[in-house]
């Protein structure tokens, strides 16, 4: 991005400049949000000082700015307009992440039935160019993750992890959480003193670098190039470069054999086309005997097999060609394609709330300093909508976020 001073916002955020208009939609899409309000605890204040919704006066408010552009940008597209609304300031709160989790929470009833079978003829496909094929998933994972090391940075907690963190306690630091959660995947699959590890999605480094203390040797792989450099500089300066190296490499593309395989939060972004690929990989890479810890946000599966097609806010805004499997799509891409048996599993669903809640704070107290980076107020209301909706999706349940263990049996 361009400096705050210099930017064009209309040729960065064209549709958050520009507002769609259709007047049919735009009737349709205000008759069925005050339908969906008129049930759910929050408060929705409208210009002239009357409100919506079951809330009462202590109730998460939502307040609408401009509510014709807000019902505009819904009728248009709903599943896109309503985050581009609060992008463009159509409708704010100082509560986000409050307001939004009874809508996740009755995500699936929020429309008539009768209307969601019209879904397959409204909703906006995923595009072809975001395929997660080998050149795809590239260019994918470079528009989030190749952003910028600070950016992460401003908001991530020491160790540079951009996971569920692990809290023993409410009040434990997100440093010590992120210790356990890495601590208990690398328990998962078995790491320990002499292992010959595979970690798919490096990150920046830090499960890496916890597995090399434990005397394991690791080889991580990643398809950021920014996200190589600061890992590398990382693990150097940890003292851990003749245990661990990092290829720009992605994993299809994988040869040898290890004891461990670990991937964490990485599967998302794999998409449901490539599952099963993904499933046959690392059964390849393991050799017999060997664990794998996986750790991957989840959603209902009946959910996933009503959206999987859909194109929405976070696939246009931060995650391109990215797909969250249920943990039943999880077992059969497991049984379909593998030999491998999953053995433990825990959730970290709550955790991940409360995680996300912490970026975001984080995120907010830092934004001078993010800002500083050539980042303007369209992209931290985009952040900021994008932590919220997430840690919603946690507090209602809607999603959660699973570890495994899974074995290979010896023969």
């Not at 999953?342 to 970290?348: G, K, N, P, V």
Request: with cysteine.
């Amino acid at each position: 991005m361009t400096s705050d001073m210099t930017i064009d916002r209309a040729t960065v955020w064209p549709e958050i400049v520009t507002v769609p208009r259709s007047a049919p939609r735009a009737w349709l899409a205000e008759m069925l949000f005050r339908q969906a309000v008129r049930s759910l605890p929050v408060r929705v204040l409208l210009p002239d000082g009357s409100h919506l919704g079951a809330g009462g006066l202590d109730a998460p408010t939502m307040r609408l700015v401009r509510p014709v552009d807000f019902y505009h940008r819904l009728g248009v597209d709903a599943k896109i307009g309503f985050g581009e609304s609060y992008m463009a300031g159509d409708w704010t709160s100082d509560e986000l992440a409050e307001v939004l989790t009874p809508f996740a929470a009755r995500m699936a009833t929020l429309v008539p039935p009768k209307l969601q079978r019209l879904r397959r003829w409204v909703d906006r496909r995923q595009p072809e160019a975001e395929r997660n094929d080998l050149s795809g998933a590239r260019s994918n994972i470079g528009r989030h993750y190749d952003l910028s090391n600070d950016l992460f940075a401003a908001f991530l907690d020491e160790t540079m992890t951009y996971s569920a963190a692990w809290f023993g306690h409410q009040n434990e630091s997100l440093y010590d959480a992120q210790l356990r959660k890495i601590d208990g995947i690398l328990d998962y699959a078995g790491v320990r003193e002499g292992s010959e590890v595979l970690e798919i999605g490096t990150g920046w480094g830090a499960l890496a670098i916890r597995a090399a203390q434990r005397g394991a040797r690791v080889t991580s792989v990643t398809i950021s190039a920014e996200q190589r450099e600061l890992a590398e500089r990382r693990i150097a300066a940890a003292g851990m470069s003749d245990r661990a190296t990092v290829s720009l490499c992605d994993y299809r593309e994988v040869s040898g054999s290890y004891d461990a395989i670990v991937s964490v939060e990485m599967l998302e972004a794999v998409g449901l086309e490539y599952w099963p690929t993904f499933f046959a990989s690392v059964d390849r890479l393991l050799r017999p005997g060997g664990r794998i810890g996986l750790q991957v946000i989840t959603m209902p599966h009946d959910r996933m097999l009503a959206t999987s097609e859909s194109y929405t806010w976070i696939h246009k805004y931060v995650f391109p060609g990215g797909m969250l499997p249920s943990v039943r799509a999880i077992e059969e891409a497991v049984a379909d394609n593998t030999g491998l048996r999953i053995t433990e599993r825990r959730t970290l669903g709550f955790d991940y709330a409360h995680t996300l809640r912490l970026w975001r704070e984080r995120f907010l107290a830092n934004w001078e300093e993010i800002r500083c980076g050539g980042f303007d107020e369209t992209f931290r209301r985009m952040w900021e909508f994008y932590l919220a909706y997430s840690e919603a999706g946690f507090r209602s349940s809607y999603l959660d976020d699973w570890q495994f263990s899974m074995v290979k049996p010896a023969s």
